[in-house]
């Protein structure tokens, strides 16, 4: 199905303009041409329109006739997606368009992640701009860019751009959620050398690979049980270590992605490949067995290659190997507070050693500060142990619930009102970025929701129909019904 077929789908006014966003490659920290696009967007529409000075765009829309007494919204999502594939899709991120599909009440990408996380936000922000039969009170709408890897346009906002009192952010994956609380989280990179050695030509070269795992988002999806293919990957290095010399390693990817693949090139003694094949298959029947309700399409696989003449050193090798297996993965700790809902956890998001490097990259999350430094710490301890320099960097706060909230009442009731059952109010896991936005703008009253999206950072990503048809008749209804101003 062609990405034409998915402008006839309903609501047409939103996935048009979805459509039109999705033709424009837009990772995060290179959304020049997204920001081009959205600034020329707003320009078109006659709407005041300016860029700040960390690159996002701010779109402001005078109140409709009867609804100027009406306290002005900031509609805020983030223009950026993750850029994640299959291995054996052929696709140029940089280049190229997504391309969709629809399956059974789906919007779908072809191995590609889909970016309806946040575009179907963005999409529905430039539907509300460009209708001239919504009812609405003054609009500031926010686009900001490097949510996936940073949050730097929510930090980089300051202060003085925005008036609204109200801010709606439509980066909620549930249609059946409000949500008014989330995680902050924090980047923990290690790296360190190793010295390289020469293996001698009594050795056989092998290729591991770990495929086929659901991967999925580093936040919403770390509580599911899902497999982390880094840590797979390294369960098998330690099973064979003393069998085996280490190439390179290429695991995972995005810090705000599950690892869903990787690939060691090792080689060991003639004499102990049997030993080495009969530890692969212990190993992978043991894996696939632990993981078979959870990992249904998981795939190892042991191929024979060449091998470069040079390895890791036996010590680094061994020290690797046990920080990784020490290293704090999935979920940490539930909150006492929400139950439910997780407090802390920790990503090994990717594992790269080659030609003499090595790097580790996490992703710390906690609704809680005090937790997200006992994470951060625990793993530093055990990455410097290793004889890695450990870096945190990116740290920012999470976003604390508040149960009082008057636009929290207003969402609540129209739910119930539209579609006949309760909300459930919740705080996630994930970083949405009211948290960074508040500290900015204290006195501004924050909610979050949007349409049902699933296996967000990953291929699998997925929007369904229905549920953004409900989402935006939810998102007119509450734009009528904005309280008035003090």
Same mark, same amino acid.
């Given at each position: 199905?062609?990405?034409?077929?998915?402008?006839?789908?309903?609501?047409?006014?939103?996935?048009?303009?979805?459509?039109?966003?999705?033709?424009?490659?837009?990772?995060?920290?290179?959304?020049?041409?997204?920001?081009?696009?959205? @600034?020329?967007? !707003?320009?078109?529409?006659?709407?005041?329109?300016?860029?700040?000075? @960390?690159?996002?765009?701010?779109?402001?829309?005078?109140?409709?006739?009867?609804?100027?007494?009406?306290?002005?919204?900031?509609?805020?999502?983030?223009?950026?997606?993750?850029?994640?594939?299959?291995?054996?899709?052929?696709?140029?991120?940089?280049?190229?368009?997504?391309?969709?599909?629809?399956?059974?009440?789906?919007?779908?990408?072809?191995?590609?992640?889909?970016?309806?996380?946040?575009?179907? !936000?963005?999409?529905?922000?430039?539907?509300? #701009?460009?209708?001239?039969?919504?009812?609405?009170?003054?609009?500031?709408?926010?686009?900001?860019?490097?949510?996936?890897?940073?949050?730097?346009?929510?930090?980089?906002?300051?202060?003085?751009?925005?008036?609204?009192?109200?801010?709606?952010?439509?980066?909620?994956?549930?249609?059946?959620?409000?949500?008014?609380?989330?995680?902050?989280? @924090?980047?923990?990179?290690?790296?360190?050398?190793?010295?390289?050695?020469?293996?001698?030509?009594?050795?056989? !070269?092998?290729?591991?690979?770990?495929?086929?795992?659901?991967?999925?988002?580093? *936040?919403?999806?770390?509580?599911?049980?899902?497999?982390?293919?880094?840590?797979?990957?390294?369960?098998?290095?330690?099973?064979?270590?003393?069998?085996?010399?280490i190439h390179s390693i290429h695991g995972g990817g995005l810090r705000n992605a599950i690892p869903r693949e990787s690939e060691a090139i090792i080689s060991c003694n003639k004499e102990n490949t049997e030993a080495l094949k009969l530890a692969?298959?212990?190993?992978?029947?043991?894996?696939?067995?632990?993981?078979?309700?959870?990992?249904?399409?998981?795939?190892?696989?042991?191929?024979?290659?060449?091998?470069?003449e040079n390895a890791m050193d036996s010590n680094s090798k061994t020290k690797l190997i046990k920080s990784i297996d020490e290293a704090i993965n999935g979920v940490y700790k539930m909150s006492e507070e929400i139950p439910g809902l997780v407090?802390?956890?920790?990503?090994?998001?990717?594992?790269?050693?080659?030609? *003499?490097?090595?790097?580790? #990259?996490?992703?710390?999350?906690?609704?809680?500060?005090?937790?997200?430094?006992?994470?951060?710490?625990?793993?530093?301890?055990?990455?410097?142990?290793?004889?890695?320099?450990?870096?945190?960097?990116?740290?920012?706060?999470?976003?604390?619930?508040?149960?009082?909230?008057?636009?929290?009442?207003?969402?609540?009731?129209?739910?119930?009102?539209?579609?006949?059952?309760?909300?459930?109010?919740?705080?996630?896991?994930?970083? #949405?970025?009211?948290?960074?936005? *508040?500290?900015?703008?204290?006195?501004?009253?924050?909610?979050?929701?949007?349409?049902?999206?699933?296996?967000?950072?990953?291929?699998?990503?997925?929007?369904?129909?229905?549920?953004?048809?409900?989402?935006?008749?939810?998102?007119?209804?509450?734009?009528?019904?904005?309280?008035?101003?003090?």
């Amino acid at each position: 199905m062609s990405n034409t077929e998915i402008r006839n789908q309903e609501p047409k006014i939103l996935w048009n303009h979805f459509a039109d966003i999705n033709a424009i490659p837009r990772a995060s920290k290179k959304e020049e041409r997204i920001i081009e696009f959205m @600034v020329d967007f !707003g320009k078109k529409l006659g709407l005041e329109t300016l860029v700040d000075p @960390v690159g996002n765009v701010i779109i402001r829309k005078p109140a409709t006739i009867g609804m100027e007494k009406r306290k002005t919204v900031v509609l805020q999502s983030h223009l950026d997606m993750v850029h994640q594939k299959n291995a054996d899709t052929d696709f140029d991120f940089d280049t190229q368009g997504i391309e969709m599909y629809v399956e059974n009440g789906w919007v779908k990408a072809k191995g590609t992640t889909l970016g309806a996380d946040n575009g179907l !936000g963005v999409a529905a922000i430039m539907s509300v #701009l460009a209708s001239d039969k919504i009812e609405h009170p003054g609009i500031e709408a926010l686009f900001t860019i490097d949510e996936e890897t940073g949050m730097t346009g929510a930090q980089g906002l300051q202060p003085g751009y925005l008036n609204g009192e109200i801010l709606l952010n439509l980066d909620t994956e549930e249609d059946d959620e409000i949500d008014i609380g989330c995680a902050g989280g @924090v980047d923990v990179t290690a790296k360190g050398t190793y010295t390289q050695t020469q293996v001698n030509s009594f050795s056989e !070269g092998f290729r591991i690979n770990v495929k086929g795992l659901q991967g999925g988002h580093s *936040g919403m999806d770390i509580d599911k049980g899902l497999a982390n293919a880094n840590k797979l990957m390294n369960g098998f290095l330690k099973k064979v270590a003393d069998l085996i010399e280490i190439h390179s390693i290429h695991g995972g990817g995005l810090r705000n992605a599950i690892p869903r693949e990787s690939e060691a090139i090792i080689s060991c003694n003639k004499e102990n490949t049997e030993a080495l094949k009969l530890a692969y298959n212990n190993y992978q029947l043991q894996i696939k067995s632990e993981y078979k309700e959870k990992e249904p399409e998981l795939l190892f696989s042991i191929k024979s290659v060449e091998f470069p003449e040079n390895a890791m050193d036996s010590n680094s090798k061994t020290k690797l190997i046990k920080s990784i297996d020490e290293a704090i993965n999935g979920v940490y700790k539930m909150s006492e507070e929400i139950p439910g809902l997780v407090e802390a956890s920790n990503n090994i998001a990717k594992v790269l050693v080659e030609d *003499g490097t090595i790097q580790i #990259l996490c992703l710390t999350r906690s609704s809680v500060e005090k937790s997200k430094e006992e994470v951060a710490q625990q793993l530093r301890a055990s990455f410097e142990k290793a004889g890695f320099e450990v870096k945190l960097s990116g740290s920012y706060p999470g976003w604390s619930p508040n149960r009082d909230s008057a636009i929290l009442k207003v969402l609540t009731e129209l739910y119930e009102e539209l579609f006949k059952s309760k909300p459930e109010v919740v705080a996630c896991h994930a970083g #949405l970025e009211c948290g960074i936005l *508040g500290t900015h703008y204290p006195e501004m009253d924050m909610i979050s929701f949007g349409p049902t999206i699933k296996g967000a950072h990953s291929p699998d990503e997925r929007a369904n129909i229905a549920s953004s048809q409900r989402f935006w008749i939810f998102l007119q209804e509450i734009l009528k019904n904005i309280p008035v101003k003090n």
